[in-house]
Nanobody, 122 residues
Framework: QLQASGGGSVQAGGSLRLSCAAS????????MGWFRQAPGKEREFVSG????????NVADPVKGRFTISRSNAANTVDLQMNSLKAEDTAVYYC?????????????????WGQGTLVTVSS
């Protein structure tokens, strides 16, 4: 089970940190990441991280602004979001997959969190 938290409302240029806590099993061998879905749009990949945190990938729209990290000891994955823009407004979902990072990026997700809303006002 994945539980996401940290969403909220912020003005453009501000920051938020999302956190996803995994429970009910070990996710050490899972690639993990974040997706988002804006109103009227399809869910899209935001960022992902490999099993031990050494490999990460960030989607172009958020590159240089968002940073993903994970703690296998705590079973958590975080997304630090800086310089937020109005177009970052969306429901953010944490995700975990048992394949490789590239598979997660393509939507091969075994576990989804419940979503947390991020609203950025301009």
């Amino acid at each position: 089970q994945l539980q996401a938290s940290g969403g909220g409302s912020v003005q453009a240029g501000g920051s938020l940190r999302l956190s996803c806590a995994a429970s009910g099993g070990t996710f050490t061998n899972c690639v993990m990441g974040w997706f988002r879905q804006a109103p009227g749009k399809e869910r899209e990949f935001v960022s992902g991280i490999g099993w031990y945190g050494g490999l990460t990938n960030v989607a172009d729209p958020v590159k240089g602004r968002f940073t993903i990290s994970r703690s296998n000891a705590a079973n958590t994955v975080d997304l630090q979001m800086n310089s937020l823009k109005a177009e970052d407004t969306a429901v953010y979902y944490c995700a975990a997959g048992r394949g490789v990072l590239r598979s997660l990026m393509s939507g091969a997700v075994e576990y989804w969190g419940q979503g947390t809303l991020v609203t950025v006002s301009s």
